[in-house]
């Protein structure tokens, strides 16, 4: 649902970035399982650069933020200071079974357990590691989830909805209709 | 190529400073006490021509804390140096000089089992993050993390 309203330069501005997200990956401690599925989005099969889906190396340049693994004691001040330099609108897609919870290294004396104790996470995606088509599908989440902060003007009506890390999509599609 | 070395070999040429075990087909373990650790290393450098350090492995059995040199050489053998540390007060001397690739082992033994390397200046933490507290040594049987400590990380307020 494509919003007319705003000036044109706006319009154009949301319209290219609906169009063409562009992601950063950051692994925070993982096993390199969720990168290499990552990777199988890039490759022939999948291909998600005909969607308009570049991974870009620096998160300046980027509009979705992939975290994947648990995140390490070293790693949680990189990654809120990564977090950080993503220009707004920026939206967080936690991969795997570690960015939700830990998994395997749940409990244990180098780990925080979980990527939403120290960003805030839009979607999260299940699966050790989780399908190229299940990425491909969080990002779509993600960028429907951008339109609708285009629609409302903000991120701020999700949080008045009473939903602030929205666990699951599915909740989010509830809010949403 | 060397010819593999053989058990009566290394038995020979350690004689007294430690007790020699074939323990697999390519590999030799030597027990020695920590006051001879040096003099193990370095006849099984110069007598063995053992000039590679594979590893140091450290382990807490709960009684006493193990710790295990293996080198080998261009004959393929493994020779594997064990010794046992009481667990209050761990202190072995330190091997970095005679055997530089030692360094990074013994810092990271020191991070994470809390031995004492003996001679070392430079024991600062290498594994674990940097605001890490002191005297937690999490790989140790006895050692649970504490609530109330702070152990690095985001502090304060999450979002």
């Known amino acids: ?177 | 190529m060397i010819d593999p070395i053989t058990l009566d070999f290394v038995r020979e040429k350690i004689q007294d400073i430690g007790t020699a075990e074939q323990v697999r087909s390519n590999r030799i373990r030597i027990t020695t006490t920590p006051g001879r650790i040096r003099d193990v290393i370095r006849s099984v450098q110069e007598l063995l021509s053992c000039d590679r350090l594979l590893t140091i492995s450290a382990a807490d059995n709960g009684k006493t804390l193990e710790l295990i040199y293996h080198l080998t050489g261009s004959h393929r053998m493994v020779v594997s140096i064990a010794l046992e540390l009481p667990r209050d007060a761990p202190q072995v001397p330190t091997t970095s000089d005679i055997l530089p690739p030692a360094g990074i082992y013994e810092r990271q033994i020191h991070d994470l089992f809390g031995i004492l390397f003996q001679g070392r200046s430079d024991l600062k933490k290498i594994i674990l993050n940097e605001d890490w507290p002191e005297n937690e040594y999490p790989l140790r049987k006895d050692w649970a993390p504490d609530p109330g400590t702070f152990y690095g990380g985001i502090k304060g307020e999450r979002v």
């Not at chain 1, 950051?26 to 990552?38: L, T």
């Not at chain 1, 001040?77 to 936690?94: D, T």
């Not at chain 1, 409990?107 to 491909?136: K, Q, T």
């Open chain 1, 1 to 177: 649902m494509a919003v007319i309203t705003g000036s044109l330069s706006q319009r154009l501005v949301n319209w290219a970035r609906v169009k063409s997200p562009w992601v950063t990956l950051f692994n925070s401690g993982g096993c390199n399982a969720c990168d290499i599925e990552v990777i199988a989005c890039l490759m022939p099969r999948f291909d998600v650069e005909r969607f308009g889906i570049l991974v870009k190396g620096s998160p300046r340049h980027a509009d979705i933020m992939i975290v994947t693994g648990h995140v390490t004691l070293k790693q949680a001040s990189r990654l809120r200071r990564v977090w950080e330099q993503i220009p707004e609108p920026k939206y967080v897609i936690a991969l795997g079974a570690c960015g939700a919870s830990g998994g395997v290294f749940h409990g244990l004396y180098h780990s925080v357990n979980s990527v939403d104790s120290v960003i805030p996470v839009d979607a999260f995606v299940v699966g050790c590691p989780p399908r190229p088509d299940e990425i491909i599908n969080a990002v779509v989440t993600c960028l429907n989830l951008l339109k609708e902060d285009i629609a409302h003007g903000g991120k701020e009506w999700r949080q008045t909805k009473g939903i602030k890390n929205s666990k699951n999509t599915t909740e989010i599609r509830e809010v949403i209709q």
